[in-house]
């Protein structure tokens, strides 16, 4: 069924302009993911600020820490990626190495921080889930993932986000993402006293 899935997915490539569409998808929408969990740090919202930032600092950790699973998982399972496995049926269409493709980290890291997010935030982690699910049928689109690597990825990724945002460590990693925004908060006010006006030290009259 995995395989059939990803005939089916796989076979849609070979038009334009859905493969540049798909390729930038595959490769790059993952950074896009990424700026905007750092706007959703960085920005002075009016509303929400404090929930946006914890929102952010637990997808990093979320992300961070579901990315560390894929090592060992990977390697246990050593599934082949499906250009190596077929490569006279699947059709690549970036660059890749020829390494295990089970489970996929793009799809871990990105449904890890949009999962994370939307327990924070609904409404920047919907945004985050849409570009997820966006990322993981690109991947199978573009011919380096089956649907199942895809998925078990995506589930490892939300499963570590739902565990992290248990009480006990919901309570650490919220201190942890406050303590980060106190320190963000001392260095804009500094950098903003540092770029006020300054008055001219009086001095001695010309003669």
Known sequence: M???LFKDVNGLSGSQPFDSIFKFAAN??????VLVVALAFLVPWRSR??????GAVAATVSAALALLLVIPISDAVDRARPFVAHPHVAHRLIAHARDAGFPSDHAT??????????LFDPIIGALLLVLAAIVIFARVYVGVHYPGDVI???LLGAAVALLLYLPPLRRL?????DLCGALLDAVLRRATRGAGPTRDRP???PA
């Open 28 to 33: 790059d929408l993952i950074y896009v993911v």
């Open 173 to 177: 990693l919220t201190r942890f993402a």
């Open 109 to 118: 890291g990105a449904f890890a921080i949009a999962t994370a997010m939307l």
């Open 2 to 4: 995995d395989y059939s």
């Open 49 to 54: 600020r404090l929930e946006r930032r914890r």
């Open 152 to 154: 078990g990825g995506a």
């Open 203 to 205: 001095g001695r009259a």
